[in-house]
């Protein structure tokens, strides 16, 4: 069986009736581990099993009493582990070992998480790939930076794993790789202990086998009043903006046509659904994006950058570039961001959110590069909620994921809204 057919929340539903255990469903994990990982190469760090039998054992009697009750959670590489080595998919930050969990980590523990071990990052959290491969087809990238969550949990190896987005580091990889990602609005989860880029644009996000599993996790870290909404109005009592991937930038015709589906599922569900019409604001929020990641990464990654000779020419580029970028137009950057998110905040009210394109296609060919992001830059600009599921397959059979945005601190409505969507599917 495959772990991540069973969702955690369905795992803990057998649980507490009886009818599974933890140990069980950390064995059926690690099968598929021991199967898999040598061509996924999903994990930089995975404790060994026996490691974590006798941690399960030795924690019986309080993991009981928890919400999650000692099943398993991956970690990207750059969020702070005591126990692991955090090494930001840099061999400059090798056997790097920090003194404290993050907050997350923290949190998941306290809530009785077996923290697995920890997945491939791409370096720094950018453009440069690790050693992962696509679950859906070992020759195509499964996105980035967090490569290695999102193919671990679509391969079936752990039900949910944390990454982090700056641009399109969750939403993109879960797409390509067919599962559900979601990005918190910015600044509703803590950040300690998790390496920034760019301080301005960082989110946590999670990559879950199911829409029920993100709401799970989501609210032990950001408390269950930030996630579980009051009841909501029905599909047919409600309205959806819809974005086309033009208004941002290259997308294939599969990808707009998967995000018309969701469109048309909706209108045919009653819903009310109206295409986001907005001039060039979208392709200009991408341009900005890139601005102000390149001068906040130029400067928290000082230390990186003083070794040119170890760190890839993606991020020694972005590096290049942001010092270059004069304080004043850093300043314009941000000043015009926040006419354009006043702008799309007015035009927002009274909708449940955008339904849009996760990215630009599906996954592309090789392992060299992990896809373009800007179908993501200009909500997470804004720091907008999001929530990406698999709608449609290609041609291929690959994963086309949709996306739906809520306003800022809307996270209850659009998971509740997600979870809907999928299930129309």
């Known amino acids: 069986m495959n772990p991540a057919s ?52 030795a924690n019986a ?45 923290a949190a998941l523990r306290a809530a009785g998480a077996l923290i697995l071990g920890k997945t491939v990052t791409t370096e720094f959290a950018y453009f440069t790939p690790g050693k992962t491969a696509n679950p859906r087809d070992l ?83 950001a408390g269950p009043d930030a996630v579980q909404s009051e009841p909501l109005a029905s599909l047919a009592d409600s309205r959806f903006l819809l974005v086309s991937g033009r208004t941002v930038g290259d997308v294939s015709n599969e990808m707009e046509a998967a995000a018309g589906h969701v469109a048309d599922r909706l209108a045919s569900a009653g819903a009310v659904v109206e295409q986001l019409d907005c001039g ?36 020694a580029e972005l590096v290049a570039s942001g010092r270059a970028i004069a304080f004043r137009d850093y300043l314009a950057a941000r000043s015009e961001v926040a006419g354009h998110a006043a702008w799309l905040a007015a035009r927002m009210d009274g909708y449940a959110g955008l339904i849009a394109p996760a990215a630009p296609g599906s996954a ?22 999001a929530v990406t599921w698999p709608a449609q397959a290609d041609a291929d059979g690959l994963p086309l994921g949709v996306q739906l945005i809520g306003a800022r601190w809307s996270d209850a409505t659009v998971l509740e809204f997600a979870g809907r969507l999928a299930l129309l599917e």
């Open 6 to 57: 069973e969702s955690l929340t369905d795992t803990l539903a057998q649980i507490k009736a009886g009818q599974a255990d933890a140990h069980g469903f950390l064995d059926r994990c690690y099968d598929r581990i021991e199967a898999r990982e040598s061509r996924l190469g999903a994990w930089q760090h995975l404790r060994p099993r026996a490691e974590c039998h006798d941690w399960l054992r």
């Open 139 to 221: 020759r195509r990238t499964p996105g980035g930076s967090s490569s290695g969550s999102a193919a671990a949990v679509a391969d079936g190896m752990v039900p949910v794993a944390l990454g982090s987005q700056t641009a399109a580091s969750v939403i993109r990889p879960a797409a390509y790789c067919g599962a559900v990602g979601y990005v918190a609005t910015r600044g509703m989860m803590s950040l300690r202990g998790i390496q920034p880029l760019a301080q301005s644009l960082d989110s946590l996000g999670m990559i879950a086998a199911s829409c029920a599993d993100v709401r799970l996790v989501a609210g032990l870290l």
């Open 61 to 105: 009697g309080w993991l009981s009493g928890t919400p999650l009750k000692g099943l398993p959670v991956a970690v990207k590489d750059i969020i702070d582990t005591a126990d692991m080595p955090t090494t930001l998919g840099s061999h400059l930050h090798a056997g790097r070992r920090p003194a404290d969990d993050a907050a997350c980590v």
């Open 364 to 385: 592309p060919m090789g392992l060299a590069a992990t896809g373009s992001p800007h179908m993501s830059r200009p909500w997470q600009m804004l720091g907008l909620p």
């Open 280 to 315: 060039d604001r979208l392709m200009r929020l991408v341009e900005l994006h890139k601005t102000i990641m390149a001068y906040e990464a130029a400067r928290n990654m000082a230390a990186e950058a003083g070794h040119p000779d170890e760190i890839g020419p993606a991020f």
